[in-house]
Every structure is written in structure tokens, then in C-alpha cells.
């Protein structure tokens, strides 16, 4: 079993960054791949960043590619998203997920453990 919480959203202008946090619980982090993904109001949910157990491949999606850092530190159990040069399109309720398969993930956005999600609103 595996919990994920997040933490670091907030509200933030057109141009602003942020860094969202999420800690997981329990010893098998590292056997994990990880993501971050977003839900707008209105909208499905949509992977945004994942990245490999040991750190060394990341997915980015083209909307947030040169802007956002997926990164991770498996001795402190925690994934983290830097989000730079932020647009009121970036507003949404963004959540971290565990998953076995990383591809899995990313291709039909199955995760074996999910977070409640944190909000970031980025004002015009």
C-alpha cells in the first residue's frame, strides 16, 4: 500500500512558478514509476509528467514540455513537478500517481496509487 499526498499548489500570475510536492508512504517507493497529472474544470484528466524509478527517463507532455521538471528523490520518498512560465490554461487540480508501468501510465493514465490532488490557479 502506497499513500500520496501533495502539497505546493496555490495561486500564482501568468509568468509565475511553482513546485509541487508529493510524499509517499511506505518502503516500495522506489518501485515505482511516478506521475503528475491534471483535471480542469470541465475536462478529462490528462497525464502531464512521469518519470522512471531510478530518475533517469522522464515523459513530458507537449502543452508543458521546456516549462515544466518532473524530478524525484527516492531517499526522501518524494516526486516533485517545477512548473516555470505558467498560463491560466496550466489552472487545475494536479495530482501524483504511482504506477508498475510507466508506459501504462502514460497511454491510458492507469496508476496503481493516486493522490487527492493539490490546486494551482494561475491568474491573467
Known amino acids: 500500500q502506497v499513500q500520496l499526498v501533495e502539497s505546493g499548489g496555490g495561486l500564482v500570475q501568468a509568468g509565475g512558478s511553482l513546485r509541487l510536492s508529493c510524499a509517499a508512504s511506505?518502503?516500495?517507493?522506489?518501485?515505482?514509476?511516478m506521475g503528475w497529472f491534471r483535471q480542469a474544470p470541465g475536462k478529462g484528466r490528462e497525464i502531464v509528467a512521469a518519470i522512471n524509478w531510478s530518475g533517469g527517463s522522464t515523459y513530458y507532455a507537449d502543452s508543458v514540455k521546456g516549462r515544466f521538471t518532473i524530478s524525484r528523490d527516492n531517499a526522501k520518498n518524494t516526486v516533485y513537478l517545477r512548473m516555470n512560465s505558467l498560463k491560466p490554461e496550466d489552472t487545475a487540480v494536479y495530482s501524483c500517481a504511482a504506477a508498475t508501468s510507466v508506459p501504462t501510465m502514460i497511454q491510458i493514465r492507469r496508476a496503481d496509487y493516486w493522490g487527492q490532488g493539490t490546486q494551482v490557479t494561475v491568474s491573467s
Open positions: 511506505g518502503r516500495t517507493f522506489i518501485s515505482y514509476g
